[in-house]
């Protein structure tokens, strides 16, 4: 029955492409000119509309016009997957025992053609297989050729009778505009705009940059202010793949432990730092069976609003959504997860996005832990997110427009690549085990973290960051550092303790983070307005709220529109 089950799922995720030749038991080559528009049929008579990317499916649709495959049809039994085609030339693949599998550039697909993006020269080949993946003989593969497409929309219901549409989003472009903004010691300008970029970077294809930026968090200690300080640090460790236990000789998951007061994590009075928690805790040796994991989940649940909410925030909410879809097991999650997906429809723009590039891409990201196809959430022709969060890029790769400053550029567009890649959090950051007490010898990065009455160290309200007692042990010693493969074919320093064999031994200074007491002003982060709002506004420190003791001069993050300051 698991098997059945495993090989279902395969059929829906490799979806749409299944060109086979128009003989069965051929194999066929075909160039074909893919436009980044189409619109597909599936057996229950639905139309499916594409737009704003070169997509698999539409390069289906344009070899079916052309001729160069006879008819196809598609089911749309999974929604929240995709169309996925059960018909090609005639030959069926019977739903029992076969499957069409799908394959890009010789490598076997991860996503099915509704969601896979095609380059020009992309090669694209679909094989009938058996459940035991045997090849029954019948392959079609073309080699795309990208056109540009301009669907026309009728004048009743735009008052023109067709429209130009903004290029589909170019993740390389953007990875090399992040490079291009990176520090020669592999940084940015903030740690704040570091962890992000990290973890962009971590999502794929950055090349020497996450090299650079690996080598830099292995060796160097941030000056971190708050809790949700070291969650936003210790989730950019392990997405480099570096241990979070012993980065540089300090343990950043200690002062989230530290945080816990036995019910929830850092300020009682918000819920942002306890959503954040989740992400490195349960990718450095913590389960739901740990009593942190549970109380917290429970807490972030009594927290969520009638209307399926979190703090009447789309970004929260999208953050609260990919944090709860790795515990699912729990009780309740399930039913909160439907509630704010709900909420998130309802938030949700005529244009397909939610008000700005910050928030669509999060809730991008909460969309894929959902499981949900960003296509089931078109508003009307092209107005699709994925389409919505293009229309911020320009020709230079940067994400927000070229009149922005370079740190809002950087932030903006470090959230949007693995949004646009379709990778959440989780998806990215690698995990580790929890340490042996016999083999801890690594400093703690801050034996206890001041807690503020009015907010954490960058929530809306100036606060008082107490000092936390120095951390323990005087030297720190050094970690064997070892190279191994990611999840993209960029090499990935991890602690020795994970992997022994083969260590490149990396120096780490004789430093922890210096955390001292101040009166933080917060600035105002991208996406935040000055006005006073009904709930609490004080945020995630990290993830959208301006860097801490430099604070960014008055350029702000005023001019866009979401409540950023509060996040992360």
């Known amino acids: 029955m698991n098997n059945m089950h495993t090989r279902s799922v395969s059929l829906a995720i490799t979806l749409i492409l299944a060109l086979s030749p128009l003989v069965a038991l051929a194999d066929t080559s075909v160039s074909v000119a893919v436009p980044n528009h189409c619109t597909v049929t599936d057996t229950d008579g639905v139309a499916h509309t594409y737009s704003g990317q070169y997509l698999g499916i539409c390069a289906l649709e344009a070899a079916l016009e052309a001729g160069s495959i006879s008819g196809a049809e598609f089911s749309n039994a999974f929604p929240s997957l995709g169309l996925f085609v059960t018909s090609i030339g005639g030959t069926a693949a019977d739903p029992t025992s076969q ?3 799908l394959y890009q550039n010789d490598g076997f697909a ?3 053609l509704s969601q896979m993006t095609v380059a020009a020269d992309d090669t694209i080949m679909l094989e009938l297989h058996d459940f035991s993946d045997n090849y029954l003989g019948t392959r079609f593969t073309f080699t795309a050729s990208l056109i540009a497409s301009t669907p026309s929309v009728s004048a009743s219901a ?3 009778s067709s429209l130009t549409l903004h290029d589909p989003f170019d993740i390389s472009l953007a990875l090399s505009y992040l490079a291009a903004n990176q520090s020669a010691d592999g940084s940015f300008d903030s740690s704040l705009t570091s962890d992000w970029a990290a973890i962009a970077f971590s999502s794929g294809g950055a ?3 996450l090299k650079k930026m690996q080598v830099l968090f292995a060796s160097t200690t941030p000056e971190l202010l708050s809790v949700t300080d070291y969650e936003r640090h210790a989730m950019a460790l392990e997405a480099l793949g570096i241990d979070p236990y012993a980065a540089g000789g300090v343990d950043y998951i200690a002062p989230v432990l530290q945080a816990f007061d036995g019910t929830q994590i850092g300020n009682s009075s918000l819920v942002n730092d306890d959503i954040f928690a989740l992400f490195p805790l349960l990718h450095a040796g913590y389960a739901t069976s740990d009593g942190i994991i549970g109380n917290t989940v429970t807490f972030i649940l009594s927290k969520q609003k009638d209307n399926g909410s979190w703090e009447e925030s789309v970004d929260l909410t999208a953050a609260a959504i990919q944090a709860l879809a790795g515990v699912r ?8 997860l439907q509630k704010a997906t709900g909420y998130l429809r309802a938030e949700q723009n005529e244009d397909g996005g939610w008000g700005n590039s910050f928030t669509t891409s999060w809730v991008l990201q909460a969309l894929q832990a959902l499981g949900d196809s960003p296509y089931d959430w078109t508003k009307s022709v092209y107005q699709t997110p994925r389409y919505y969060l293009a229309t911020f890029q320009e020709r230079d790769g940067g994400v927000e427009p070229v009149a922005s400053d370079t740190a809002t550029r950087v932030w903006a567009t470090a959230y949007a690549i693995p949004a646009t890649k379709g990778k959440t959090w989780n998806d990215v950051l690698k995990s580790f085990p929890k340490p042996t007490p016999a083999a801890s010898t690594t400093a703690v990065a801050a034996s206890s973290l001041g807690r503020s009455p009015t907010g954490d160290t960058l929530g809306r309200n100036p606060s008082v960051v107490d000092e936390p007692a120095g951390p323990t042990g005087e ?11 990611s999840s993209s074919d960029d090499a990935v320093p991890v602690s020795s303790a994970t992997e022994p064999e083969t260590a490149i031994k990396m120096e780490t200074p004789q430093a922890t983070p210096s955390i001292t007491p101040q ?3 917060e600035e105002y982060g991208p996406g935040m307005t000055t006005e006073a709002t009904d709930s609490p506004q004080s945020a995630e420190s990290g993830a959208q709220t301006a860097a801490a003791t430099n604070a960014p001069t008055p350029w702000l993050w005023s001019s866009i529109v979401s409540l950023f300051a509060w996040l992360f």
């Open 110 to 112: 991860s996503v099915g």
């Open 475 to 485: 030297a720190t010693p050094k970690i064997d550092m070892t190279l191994v493969a």
């Open 158 to 160: 735009t008052g023109a």
């Open 207 to 209: 090349g020497d940059a």
């Open 99 to 101: 499957y069409w599998a």
């Open 329 to 336: 097991s729990l009780s309740g999650v399930d039913a909160a």
């Open 519 to 521: 009166l933080y002003q």
